[in-house]
């Protein structure tokens, strides 16, 4: 029998977040709704939440919540990035001309 078999594997809890709110893209959740989600303490939920809110392709502000509706720091999956598309043109922008 392996070291780990019969184990569970522990995934970090900003991992599990960040999984969480991928799934419910584009959605924002507060803190204390993450907590309730994966039955931690809210100070646990507030540090994971605010540490994916800061790696790309997350966003944390002040917004309303989608489960408990309150107002207050709320986390969300913002739109990825694709590395094969082109960015969007802004308005004002010259178009592009091709060779």
């Not at 999984?19 to 507060?30: H, I, N």
């Amino acid at each position: 029998m392996s070291p780990k078999e019969g184990f569970a594997v522990r995934v970090r809890l900003a991992d599990r977040v960040s999984a969480l709110l991928r799934r419910a893209q584009p959605f924002a959740y507060c803190d204390d709704c993450i907590a309730r989600y994966f039955a931690v303490a809210p100070r646990l939920a507030q540090r994971a939440a605010g540490e994916v809110g800061l790696s790309e392709g997350f966003m944390r502000r002040f917004r309303r919540c989608r489960n408990c509706q309150r107002m207050g720091d709320v986390t969300w999956r913002t739109r990825p990035v694709s590395a094969w598309m082109p960015p969007a043109r802004v308005a004002g922008d010259a178009p592009v001309t091709r060779r």
